[in-house]
């Protein structure tokens, strides 16, 4: 058996910890001087969804939370220019094919979807599950009011035809609709 020297296996070993080490370092420094401007950007992309979903909304105020069917929905208030109530923007995640799907709603005061916007459904399928965050068929869901119903096809009233090859993501996007 040949012998084992210092060279051959200590200092090796070492100058990997070391090199670990100050990666370890370098990345939170990293994560420590970026996380304000990571949140701020987040936070400025969730007031642009908003206003894409409620764009006569003038402001958003009062963020809250509900539990509906044992899942949290994030809301705020829609004001417009007047300071007065015309809706509500909501946020909720249900289970899609592959993953969570998150959808944006506004609802007037009268309970009328304004438009839906798919915020996130990354591990649903291309070109089948995601084109559930098609404009065609979130289109579906504009000036009606809830519950809606999945159906395979020629959704009238309240009714949402679904998106074909695509059940359990069109129905986790209606889900959220209806929370």
Known sequence: MAKLDFKEIISPALKLFIICLVSAFLLAGTNYFTEKKIDENLKNQEIESRKVVFNTAFEFKNEGAVTVNEKQVNYCIALD??????GYVFTCQNKGYGGEVSVMTGIGVDGSVVRSMVL????????LGQNAGKEEFLNQFINKTGPFLWVKADGKGDEITGVTSA???SKAVINCVND
Request: charged residues 35%; aromatic residues 6%.
């Open 81 to 86: 220019e007047n300071g007065e109530k015309i």
């Open 120 to 127: 996130s459904m990354d591990d649903e399928t291309p070109g």
């Open 167 to 169: 059940t359990f993501t």
